[in-house]
C-alpha cells in the first residue's frame, strides 16, 4: 500500500471518528445530524460541480442510496441519544463487513476465505465485548447498533455499483443533497425551526464538512490502493474513537470494552485481506 494512500485511508479514519464524536455529543443529535449534513453538501458543492459526471445510469442507485442514508442517519442519532458512542458506534461499523460478507456469499454467492471467517468470529468476539459478558447494554440498544451497520452495509452494496457511472463527487453530492432535504424536512417539522436553528453551531458545522470529507478521502484512497486494504485502514476509525473518548473523559471505557473495540478493528482487517 503506498505511503499515500495510507495517510489518506488515515485521515478518512480521523475525519470519521471525529465527526461522529461531534455529534454524537450534540444536545439534540438529530437536528445536529440534520443541520451537519446539510452543511457538508454546501461545502463541496463548488467541487462536485468542477467535476460534474453523473450518467443517468447512477440516479436508480443515488436514489437508493439516499433512503438508505435517511434511514442510517436517523438510527445513528436515535442511538446515539438513548446509548453511548463507545458502544453504538464499534458495533454498528464492526457489523457492517459482515453483512456485506453474508450477503456476497448468501446471495452472490461468493466462497468465504478462511481469514474472512475469522474476520467474522473476532467481530462477534469483539462485540460481545463491547457490550459486556453479562449484556450490560439493553438489548434494543444492541438491535439499533446492528440496525445501523445493516444500513452501511446496504448502502455500500449499493453505492459501488452507483459511483461507477458518475464521478465519485458529483455522486455524493446527488445522494447526500436528496438525503439532507429529506432528513432537514422531516426533522424541521417533528423538532421544529427553533431546534433546528440552535443545532448551527461551529461543533455541527465541522462535523458536516467531516461527513462528507472522509467519504471523500477514503474515495481518493481507493484511486491509489486496493479497496481492501483501504477498508481495513479506514476502519481503525473504531478504536481512535474509543481512544478519543476515553483520553476526552467523555465516557469512561471499560478494558473489556477497548480490548472489544480492538477485536473488531482487527476482524475488519481479516475480512477486508481476506
Known amino acids: 500500500m503506498p ?6 485511508a488515515l485521515a478518512a479514519a480521523v475525519v470519521h471518528a471525529s465527526w461522529n464524536l461531534l455529534l454524537s455529543g450534540a444536545e439534540d443529535t438529530h437536528s445536529a445530524s440534520a443541520v451537519a ?3 457538508g453538501v454546501l461545502v463541496f458543492a463548488p467541487l462536485a ?4 459526471r453523473l450518467d443517468p445510469a447512477a440516479l436508480p442507485y443515488a436514489g437508493a442510496s439516499s433512503a438508505l442514508e ?7 442519532a436515535t442511538g446515539y441519544s438513548r446509548a453511548a458512542m463507545s458502544f453504538i458506534y464499534p458495533i454498528a461499523r464492526g457489523s457492517a463487513p459482515v453483512i456485506v460478507l453474508a450477503i ?4 452472490l454467492g461468493v466462497s468465504a476465505s478462511g481469514l474472512e471467517a475469522g474476520g467474522v468470529v473476532l467481530i462477534a468476539v469483539g462485540i460481545v465485548l463491547v457490550r459486556g459478558v453479562r449484556g450490560a447494554e439493553r438489548p434494543r440498544d444492541l438491535v ?7 444500513c452501511i452495509a446496504s448502502y455500500t452494496l449499493v453505492d459501488k455499483h452507483g459511483i461507477a457511472h458518475s464521478a465519485p463527487i458529483a455522486y455524493l453530492e446527488v445522494v447526500f443533497g436528496v438525503t439532507a432535504a429529506a432528513y432537514l424536512a422531516g426533522v424541521s417539522r417533528v423538532r421544529g425551526g427553533p ?8 461543533p455541527t458545522l465541522i462535523a458536516g ?14 484511486k491509489l490502493a486496493s479497496a481492501a486494504s483501504v477498508a481495513a485502514v479506514r476502519e481503525s476509525s473504531v478504536l481512535i474513537a474509543a481512544v478519543a473518548l476515553t483520553v476526552g473523559g467523555r465516557e469512561r471505557i471499560s478494558p473489556g470494552r477497548m480490548a472489544g473495540a480492538a477485536a473488531i478493528v482487527a476482524g475488519i482487517a481479516l475480512i477486508s485481506l481476506g
Open 3 to 8: 505511503i499515500s494512500a495510507l495517510l489518506l
Open 37 to 39: 449534513l446539510a452543511a
Open 49 to 52: 460541480a468542477l467535476t460534474w
Open 70 to 76: 435517511v434511514l442510517y442517519l436517523v438510527l445513528l
Open 104 to 107: 456476497s456469499v448468501v446471495a
Open 144 to 150: 439499533l447498533a446492528l440496525a445501523v451497520g445493516a
Open 195 to 202: 431546534a433546528v436553528r440552535s443545532a448551527v453551531t461551529t
Open 209 to 222: 464538512v467531516g461527513f462528507f470529507g472522509s467519504y471523500a478521502l477514503t474515495v481518493a484512497a481507493l
